[in-house]
């Protein structure tokens, strides 16, 4: 994997500097199959296809809880706004943190990104324009 580019990819998405459109095309182009963030560890830690790993650090202050209930309507609502909208990353976080999102793994070949609660709650959401196989 390209440390280089997963790393500045890393730092703009914290930013904002980053859509994630394009923070999918930095990642795959340097080798990241997907990834796992931690909003209670406030890392993310990406996976290549060999069992490489790198984590990075999510280093935003003054971010709440992970709530205990996960609100599968206020995430969605949250992501839409994110597609939408361009809400910066930092506030995509602190609302699905009081949303009850513990983590995530994002699927960069799947094109998915499922979402998960502290009870074992989950959401998976397909990127723009990709679908379950049939």
Excluded: C
Aim: hydrophobic share 35%; no cysteine; charged share 25%.
């Amino acid at each position: 994997m390209n440390t280089t580019i997963i790393f500045e990819a890393a730092h703009k998405t914290l930013a904002g500097k980053l859509s994630f459109p394009e923070v999918v095309g930095q990642l795959l182009t340097a080798g990241v199959e997907y990834y796992h963030v931690d909003y209670v560890g406030l890392k993310k830690t990406f996976y290549s296809a060999d069992g490489d790993m790198v984590v990075t650090p999510i280093n935003y202050e003054e971010l709440p809880p992970v709530a205990a209930e996960f609100d599968t309507d206020a995430l969605r609502a949250n992501i839409l706004d994110s597609q939408r909208n361009n809400q910066p990353y930092r506030d995509f976080t602190r609302r699905a943190m009081e949303e009850g999102v513990q983590g995530y793994f994002a699927f960069l070949r799947g094109k998915r990104v499922t979402y998960f609660g502290r009870q074992g709650d989950q959401h998976t959401e397909w990127f723009p324009g990709a679908a379950p196989a049939k």
